[in-house]
């Protein structure tokens, strides 16, 4: 089993920053099988970023990711108030799928 | 437009089985390619996924809870039906089934979820 080890546990930001997210897989992972999931409280996780690199349908472009191997990256170029929330890597290339314990991004 | 909505009890006691279904509308079932999950997320933890099942009846389970799992689908009624056997308190959690598409370019990510279903285990 692939096991994701998501830094930082929380990430206090403030709006108009940048973030950053990581994800670090404990054996290669084919970066088309790397997504990135955003969840706000109480709503069900939403997919941002699959393939690694590709966005979203509806996704804005203030959000990207890359990376391949083990390690992969989130970024968030400017936080709008809105992307306050937590972050999943989830890598599905290979059985039993597996996600990332998750990256909370809060307001600073 | 694709949804997924998930339901069941809202509370087990220990030992019993829980069954929850997964209706789905927009998609098929019997469309090469296509796949329905299940997640779970107990209260304030993280997801985890459960099991998968395919348009050709494959299943997956995740090997920790393989022996308490079953998947079935109903392609007919367009539902995914999950089987949890000898439930215990710390299957308590939040309940998601989600669409993955094996063909380009999502590959197999959860493109859709379902809004969740919560499920209390408790004498």
């Known amino acids: 089993e692939i096991v994701l080890t998501q830094s930082p546990g929380t990430l206090s930001l403030s709006p108009g920053e940048r973030a950053t997210l990581s994800c670090r897989a404990s054996?290669?992972?084919?970066?088309?099988?790397l997504a990135w999931y955003q969840q706000k409280p109480g709503q069900a996780p939403r997919l941002l970023i699959y393939?690694?690199?590709s966005r979203a349908t509806g996704i804005p472009d203030r959000f990207s990711g890359s990376g391949s191997g083990t390690d992969f990256t989130l970024t968030i170029s400017r936080l709008e108030p809105e992307d306050f929330a937590v972050y999943y890597c989830?890598?599905?290339?290979?059985?039993?799928?597996?996600f990332g314990q998750g990256t909370k991004v809060e307001i600073k | 437009q694709i949804t997924l909505k998930e339901s069941g009890p809202t509370l087990v006691k220990p030992t019993q089985t829980l069954t929850l279904t997964c209706t789905f509308s927009g998609f098929s079932l019997s469309t090469t390619g296509v796949g329905v999950g299940w997640i779970r997320q107990p209260p304030g933890k993280a997801l985890e996924w459960l099991a998968l099942?395919?348009?050709?009846?494959?299943?997956h389970y995740s090997p920790s809870l393989k022996t308490r799992l079953t998947i079935i689908k109903d392609t007919s009624k367009n539902q995914v039906v999950l089987i949890m056997t000898n439930v215990d308190p710390v299957d308590t959690a939040t309940y998601y089934c989600a669409l993955a598409v094996i063909a380009a370019p999502v590959l197999g990510a959860f493109d859709i979820w379902g809004q969740g279903t919560m499920v209390t285990i408790s004498s």
């Open positions: 054996q290669s992972v084919s970066s088309i099988y």
């Open positions: 393939g690694a690199s």
């Open positions: 989830h890598q599905y290339g290979s059985s039993p799928r597996t």
């Open positions: 099942i395919y348009w050709n009846d494959d299943k």
